[in-house]
């Protein structure tokens, strides 16, 4: 019998990927790798140990193309011209893989990509002339943005089809301001939602 061939790291993170855009997060377990990768699940055990590491697999290679794609563009002409081109390379990484959300706010403190990418960040807003206090603060609510803003993007189609319920609690005439906010909202390309958003978290940081 031919020996199987060996795998990588990366063959498994890809297929670990594919499960969870095809099925879901909740879909993703070493079985279900295994199967996409057409293995027994103990196989995988010889390149990746447990559930954690492969999830941290999954992170590396869905926000890498931040890495990328910053290593290849040119570096913006300000501080805050950079702080939006870095908020926009990571809502298009995980706009790509939206399943992997989660993980990458659960595995953010040793995953490379977002480990550089918020660098990068304090790097921006030191040239922009925040001290170390503020630096931290403004990193906090730039990351908390992008989380937020990017739930809210993928789970807008569900909250939309709740908010149009005649049955539902969110009624125009109880709820006016919220109401058009939302119409408002569901109006206007995802993209430049985020990016007015992240203007004026960056006016509310005095970063102009």
Do not use: N
């Not at 020996?3 to 997060?25: F, K, N």
């Not at 027994?40 to 999954?58: G, K």
């Not at 501080?79 to 953010?108: I, S, W, Y």
């Not at 908390?144 to 149009?164: M, T």
């Amino acid at each position: 019998m031919p020996r199987p061939r060996s795998l990588t790291t990366r063959q498994i993170a890809a297929a670990a990927l594919a499960v969870i855009d095809r099925d879901g997060l909740p879909a993703l377990s070493m079985r279900t790798v295994a199967a996409e990768l057409d293995r027994r699940t103990m196989a995988l055990y010889r390149y990746v140990e447990d559930r954690e590491e492969l999830e941290c697999l999954v992170v590396d290679l869905a926000l890498g193309p931040v890495l990328d794609r910053a290593a290849r563009e040119p570096a913006a002409p300000s501080p805050r011209a950079r702080l939006l081109a870095l908020l926009d390379l990571m809502r298009e990484a995980v706009g790509a893989h939206p399943g992997v959300l989660p993980l990458a706010v659960r595995h953010h403190g040793g995953c490379l990509p977002a480990l550089r990418w918020r660098e990068w960040l304090l790097e921006a807003l030191a040239d922009a002339g925040l001290d170390a206090p503020r630096r931290a603060a403004a990193l906090h609510a730039l990351v908390a943005y992008v989380i937020g803003e990017l739930e809210l993007e993928h789970q807008a189609a569900a909250a939309a089809a709740s908010a149009a319920d005649p049955g539902g609690p969110l009624v125009p005439e109880t709820f006016p301001l919220l109401s058009a906010a939302l119409a408002a909202r569901a109006a206007t390309d995802p993209a430049r939602a985020f990016t007015d958003g992240a203007r004026t978290v960056l006016d509310g940081l005095g970063i102009r």
